[in-house]
């Protein structure tokens, strides 16, 4: 069996949740008899086109799409040239192409292609954006949303988030002047026709609804939102991730370091709530010996980070260091007491809760998405409000001061699922769709 995984981008330069997630899968399946292969388009000149290897894993980085950040190419997920790909589904032939996430670099066009070509086609819902136009399922940024794709709702949300102001967005969304073209330049018209990208937006959903064989969730929410979205039932398919080899449970107390010990892992991005930490922290008692180190990139990246590091400069509660190599990463986490998740978006895995449940700790995390779907609050892990920077400080606050709360939620953390678990499942899944 031959499968070709499609990718925004893939280790080593860039190891995000869906780069490490996409890797674990291959080496697993390569471990099971099926022969791999990674592709992507080229993102930057740091990834020289070609055939390349990552831990045994092929990866052929294509040409660079040229209408990468055209609006209406990455609305639509189609591209005038999808470059490369077609010559490469000739040479692999490809039994299954397993998309991950929708994209114009991964979009309508390589899967009609593929389908053409006689493959099967899996796509993984990733991410909120693979439904979301405004990619973060936050109604204007600020309240979850339910996920029903609505042409007005969903373009006043647009715009909303992008800084008009609430009347303005609900004037505009109302519907464009059927006289202002998709492609007319200028900030004004491209506000104006904004009604007119969700239509596009909306079409391509269903598009690609209809050109999938399977659309693989990985959280009980994802799988709601695809049938809210009139996805076929039979065609949605819940794999939930796996994490990594559970490593024995840490032997040192809790609080060893006379500190209670927390532990961030994960790029600097306002999603990640990573502030609503600082927040909660900031508002402690001095006198609190806590502690939180952050592990991951971006830092230096954006305001957001630089900001961040602004606030918790010269503070000795933050530590901010730099990423992990995945190969240190559990051995690491098994010297904090608890990892704090504070996502204020709706995550589909998370990877880093498997992560710290395969170190042995507990986690601290927002009452939201997959965080909530995997940690059983009081029990392996303690639940906050997502946002609530309050809340979370009373969390951290309680699991100092009650000395028996940490060592209880430590030894009721069991071993995750694994990504070989998940590599047995997408097998089957392969095998399914290919009727074998």
Not at 113 to 124: E, M, P, Y
Not at 131 to 144: A, N
Request: proline share 6%.
């Amino acid at each position: 069996m031959r499968v070709l995984h499609l990718i925004e981008n893939y280790l080593p330069w860039q190891g995000n949740g869906t780069e490490i997630y996409c890797h674990r899968l291959c080496k697993n399946l390569q471990v099971m008899g099926v022969d791999v292969l990674v592709a992507f388009h080229q993102a930057s000149s740091q990834q020289p086109i070609g055939t390349h290897e990552y831990e045994g894993v092929p990866i052929r980085v294509l040409e660079p799409i040229p209408d990468s950040g055209n609006r209406v190419a990455k609305v639509k997920r189609i591209t005038s040239n999808p470059a490369g790909f077609a010559e490469l589904l000739k040479e692999y032939q490809p039994d299954v192409l397993h998309v991950h996430g929708f994209t114009v670099k991964k979009g309508l066009s390589h899967i009609h292609l593929a389908k053409q070509a006689g493959s099967k086609i899996v796509l993984t819902f990733h991410t909120p954006g693979v439904s979301c136009l405004q990619k973060g399922l936050r109604y204007q940024k600020k309240e979850v949303c339910d996920g029903a794709i609505k042409e007005y709702r969903c373009t006043e949300c647009k715009l909303t988030a992008a800084g008009l102001t609430e009347f303005i967005s609900k004037g505009v969304a109302l519907g464009s002047p059927p006289w202002i073209s998709l492609t007319s330049p200028g900030k004004i018209n491209h506000v104006l026709t904004a009604r007119k990208l969700t239509a596009l937006h909306k079409d391509a959903w269903f598009e690609m609804l209809n050109a999938v064989d399977s659309l693989h969730v990985l959280a009980k929410w994802t799988k709601e939102v695809a049938l809210l979205n009139h996805a076929p039932p039979e065609k949605v398919d819940l794999i939930r991730t796996g994490g990594p080899e559970a490593v024995p449970k840490p032997n040192r107390e809790p609080l060893a370091s006379g500190y209670l010990e927390l532990v961030f892992v994960g790029r600097c991005a306002s999603l990640k709530g990573i502030h609503v930490v600082v927040e909660a922290v900031n508002s402690l008692p001095t006198t609190l010996p806590v502690r939180v180190t952050f592990f991951g990139q971006s830092w230096d990246e954006n305001d957001y980070g630089r900001n961040l590091q602004k606030q918790t400069q010269g503070d000795e509660r933050f530590v901010v260091k730099n990423s992990l190599p995945n190969y240190q990463l559990l051995e690491t986490l098994t010297s904090y007491d608890a990892c704090l998740v504070p996502s204020l978006w709706l995550e589909t895995g998370p990877l880093t809760v498997l992560e710290a449940f395969a170190a042995g700790i507990p986690v601290i995390g927002s009452r939201r998405g997959g965080i909530a779907e995997l940690v059983q609050d009081g029990v392996d892990g303690l639940l906050f409000e997502p946002e609530n920077s309050k809340q979370l400080a009373n969390v951290i606050e309680h699991l100092y001061e009650e000395q028996d709360l940490l060592p209880r939620l430590t030894d009721n953390v069991k071993p995750p699922r694994t990504a070989i678990d998940v590599a047995k499942e997408t097998r089957e899944l392969y095998k399914k769709l290919q009727k074998i």
